[in-house]
């Protein structure tokens, strides 16, 4: 099962900011939370991951609360293509390699 | 350039027949992943191979088969192909770090439709 919380959907305008959260209340010391997403019909792509520090990178800004048990997933300017499921994870303790999917947020940008 | 490809990339067969996914990662990544994503969009793992070691089996039926001849190849053959075999099917690849900072970058994804 998937150890995260997230809204079914959520919609933003086009050129706002979208913020997306997620609860991973029982996150161990050493799972990092990691945020995928899948545009219809497409494999998940990578968006950004992260352990204690907040992080950015050219498509977006992750947010970890001080005590890890939720972040935020920030895309600044979302557009039309940013229309999505967004996937919060964490990595299974104990060495698995696997991700571990829920049901994610639709993500739907409005013109 | 593509990264991690698919083949092909739509199947439509007869129950009964067996077929075969192709996944290919020029990534250089030394660990590769089967995902199935079902009618409801629930995406889970099925197979992983690190080195051409299988190291993850999530309880899939005896009839799904992967092979990795070598480490950027990961096919699956699928026996007997059922009704609910009907899918989505993602190839993925990483490279694994022991730490569990470790990102998988997924294929195209190959529509299995079994009538």
């Known amino acids: 099962d998937a150890k995260t919380t997230q809204p079914t959907s959520m919609d933003c305008a086009e050129g706002r900011a979208a913020n997306l959260p997620c609860n991973h209340s029982?996150?161990?010391?050493?799972?990092?939370v990691y945020w995928y997403r899948q545009i219809h019909s497409q494999g998940p792509q990578y968006i950004i991951h992260?352990?204690?520090n907040n992080e950015t990178n050219e498509m977006a800004s992750l947010i970890i609360t001080e005590d890890r048990k939720s972040s935020t997933l920030i895309l600044p300017h979302a557009t039309l293509r940013d229309t999505a499921v967004y996937y919060c994870?964490?990595?299974?303790?104990?060495?698995?390699?696997?991700?571990?999917f829920g049901k994610g947020t639709k993500l739907t940008v409005n013109p | 350039d593509t990264a991690v490809s698919q083949t092909p990339k739509y199947l439509v067969t007869q129950m009964g027949n067996d077929k075969s996914i192709k996944c290919e990662q020029n990534?250089?990544?030394?660990?590769m992943y089967w995902y199935k994503q079902d009618s409801k969009k629930f995406l889970k793992i099925m197979f992983s191979?690190?080195?051409?070691?299988?190291?993850i089996n999530e309880t899939v039926p005896n009839r799904f088969s992967p092979k990795s001849p070598d480490k950027a190849h990961l096919n699956l053959h699928i026996n007997s192909l059922e009704l609910g075999d009907s899918a989505v099917y993602f190839c993925a690849s990483s490279h694994r770090s022991g730490t569990g900072e470790e990102t998988q970058y997924f294929g195209p994804g190959t529509r299995l439709l079994v009538l």
């Open positions: 992260g352990l204690k």
């Open positions: 191979y690190n080195n051409k070691e299988l190291i």
């Open positions: 990534l250089g990544h030394d660990t």
């Open positions: 994870i964490v990595r299974v303790h104990g060495g698995s390699e696997k991700l571990v």
């Open positions: 029982t996150i161990s010391g050493n799972e990092y």
